[in-house]
């Protein structure tokens, strides 16, 4: 099962349901995936200055463009993984007093 996976099951588990987030919170669940969130994807800026916007671009202009569809591709599944978990982290607030406190 796939990250992805993972985090989409969180997803149901926690829409409108105070229950479910409940007992993500009980597990540390709201810490988790917030630690997640910042340490494997770090700000667009970065991403950025590694790849050189400049060499990139020059790229597709001299036809290359082979080289950028699998970074294109990863870089689809990345946004994919933070919009669900940035759901869950919405719906784990949304619900839960408690994970309200602890995200201030």
Known sequence: MGCITVYQVLMNLTN???IGCCQVAVCGGLGVIASLLVAHFPSPQSGL???GLEHRIGSLQHGSS?????KSGQ???D???VVVALGV???LVEKDEGNRCAAT
């Not at 082979?66 to 699998?70: D, K, P, S």
Request: charged share 35%.
């Open 89 to 91: 982290l919405c719906n």
């Open 16 to 18: 409108d349901n105070p």
């Open 66 to 70: 082979e080289m950028l569809e699998g």
């Open 79 to 81: 946004l994919d993984l």
């Open 75 to 77: 870089a689809d599944q």
């Open 49 to 51: 200055q590694e790849e």
